[in-house]
C-alpha cells in the first residue's frame, strides 16, 4: 500500500478540520475548536486495483502558526487549499497558498485542489464559482465547491486526488511517497 502525505491549508474558519472529520469519522459539528500547530490522522482510499493510505496534515489558519506551515506541506504528495465562499478575505489567502506551495515544493511536483467549501450558504455567497474555477484553471489545480456541514463533494475530492497522485506516481511526475513508515497505525 502507497503512502502519501496530504495538507490542507486555508484562512482560521474555513472549514478544514471540519474538511477532515467528515472524510475520515463522517462527523460533523457545528462549533469546531480552531487548530493548535497541525493534528494528524490517516485514512485509505481504495481505488482500482490499489488502495492509498493518505497521511492528512490538518494545519491551523490562525496568523501566528503560518510560519511552521512549510515543514507540513514541504514535499507533500497533496495538498488541499481550502477557503469558505462566503469570505473574500480566506479565497485571497488561498491564492497566496497556492503561490507559496508551488515555490516551495516546485510547480507540477504537488497535486494541490482548490476546495471552495460552505457552499451550502449559497445566498450568502461572495466568491463566484466561476472565478474561483478560472483561477483553479489557470494555475492547474483541482477545484471542488464542497460543504462539510452537508457532506457534499468531501468524499470524491480525496478520491480524485488519490486518483490523481496515482496517475501521476505511475509515470513518476510526483515526489517521493511518505517515508513515515506507516506511523498512524491504519
Not at 506551495?101 to 466568491?127: C, F, H, P, Y
Request: hydrophobic letters at 35%.
Amino acid at each position: 500500500m502507497d503512502e502519501y502525505k496530504l495538507v490542507l491549508l486555508g484562512s482560521s474558519g474555513a472549514g478544514k478540520t471540519s474538511i477532515v472529520l467528515r472524510f475520515t469519522k463522517d462527523q460533523y459539528f457545528d462549533h469546531q475548536p480552531s487548530t493548535i500547530g497541525a493534528a494528524f490522522v490517516c485514512k485509505k482510499v481504495s481505488l482500482p486495483g490499489k488502495v492509498i493510505k493518505f497521511e492528512i496534515w490538518d494545519t491551523a489558519g490562525q496568523e501566528q502558526y503560518s510560519i511552521l506551515a512549510p515543514m507540513y506541506y514541504r514535499k507533500a504528495a497533496g495538498v488541499i487549499v481550502v477557503y469558505e465562499v462566503v469570505s473574500r478575505r480566506s479565497f485571497e489567502k488561498a491564492k497566496e497558498w497556492v503561490k507559496k506551495v508551488k515555490e516551495e515544493n516546485g510547480e507540477g511536483k504537488t497535486v494541490i485542489a482548490l476546495a471552495g467549501n460552505k457552499s451550502d450558504l449559497a445566498s450568502r455567497r461572495v466568491v463566484s464559482v466561476d472565478e474561483a474555477k478560472s483561477f483553479a484553471s489557470k494555475e492547474g489545480l483541482l477545484f471542488f465547491q464542497c460543504s462539510s456541514k452537508e457532506n457534499v463533494n468531501i468524499s470524491p475530492m480525496f478520491k480524485r486526488i488519490a486518483e490523481r497522485i496515482s496517475e501521476d506516481m505511475s509515470i513518476g511526475d510526483r515526489g517521493l511517497p511518505s517515508s513515515s513508515g506507516g506511523g498512524c497505525g491504519c
